[in-house]
């Protein structure tokens, strides 16, 4: 059974001017998104800026979303690591605190192979009980885990539930679908690519886009779930140019910006990430107006 479907925000971690973890603010940002229909709060993934946060203050954020949502949406966290070991110590303390699952990325840098890749996701699952996403995200890891990979972790690894799929690469989806036979919950890793992949048998998103426009996310899966694909499709459509907006930068840079506008007061960067350039946040400006956002 799937952890959640639907949309899934791959919520981001505000920052204080001093480059602290805002929980203030993080706690206001989860509570809106729990009124706005989110299905689910993903924390510390690659938009909550988990690459530059220290072991502690990557758990610190985890218990902190644990405790701030109390049930009400899944909480699955972002335990990934490009060291087998450094992962299953994320993922055991994680699953103290009382996660509903872990996402967990492939290793980055490293570039295993599909056995090393299966090797490594196997002893991070074996190592808790809580159910396990893969995230394959290949532009940012360099490393690509095949569709026979993924398909054979969920078929020996009985807590590798699924995957976030955010190669962008359709074809690659379509044959994960067909080898998995159901086996697999497929989450786009993509915001304009939704409905495609559920359209493949997805079950949901884990989104960027659902930190500026939570209802509207949710609204896009819910409508495709309950058998409205016309309405699904459009709003997938009207979402698009904010989609591209949210990504003429490197993710989290525009999304951030994107809240501070909002008056979300998300907070600075942390280096090596920089702010937005002028034209960039211009053309992000218009983008949310013309969404109705801002």
């Known amino acids: ?13 505000p920052m204080k001017a001093n480059g602290e973890v805002n929980f203030e603010k993080f706690g206001e940002l989860i509570d809106w998104q729990i009124e706005n229909g989110t299905d689910a709060i993903i924390v510390c993934g690659t938009t909550g800026e988990a690459s530059t946060l220290t072991h502690e203050e990557h758990l610190e954020t985890i218990k902190y979303c644990v405790d701030r949502v109390d049930g009400r949406v899944p909480v699955v966290a972002g335990t990934g690591s490009n060291c087998t070991e450094t992962a299953i110590y994320l993922s055991t303390e994680a699953e103290k605190y009382g996660v509903d699952g872990l996402l967990v990325v492939s290793p980055y840098y490293n570039k295993a192979t599909q056995n090393g890749l299966y090797e490594h996701f196997k002893a991070i699952a074996d190592s808790v009980k809580v159910p396990v996403i893969l995230y394959n995200v290949p532009s940012r890891t360099g490393c690509n885990i095949l569709p026979e990979t993924v398909v054979r972790l969920c078929k020996d690894v009985d807590n590798i539930l699924g995957v976030k799929e955010a190669s962008g690469d359709i074809s690659q989806v379509a044959k994960l679908a067909a080898l998995s036979k159901g086996c697999v919950d497929i989450y786009s890793g993509n ?6 992949l559920m359209s493949l048998g997805g079950v949901g998103v884990i989104s960027v886009l659902s930190n500026v426009a939570p209802r509207q996310t949710h609204e896009i899966c819910q409508k495709y779930l309950d058998g409205d694909v016309e309405g ?6 009207e979402a698009l140019d904010l989609c591209s907006a949210l990504f003429c930068e490197v993710n989290p840079i525009p999304v951030k910006k994107a809240l501070n506008l909002m008056g979300k007061e998300a907070g600075p960067l942390r280096r090596p990430l920089t702010e937005m350039e002028e034209k960039n946040t211009a053309r992000l400006e218009k983008a949310m107006k013309e969404y109705g956002i801002l």
């Open 232 to 237: 699904s499709r459009k709003m997938q459509l």
């Open 191 to 196: 915001d304009d690519q939704i409905v495609p």
């Open 1 to 13: 059974m799937a952890i959640f479907t639907g949309a899934g925000v791959a919520i981001v971690t």
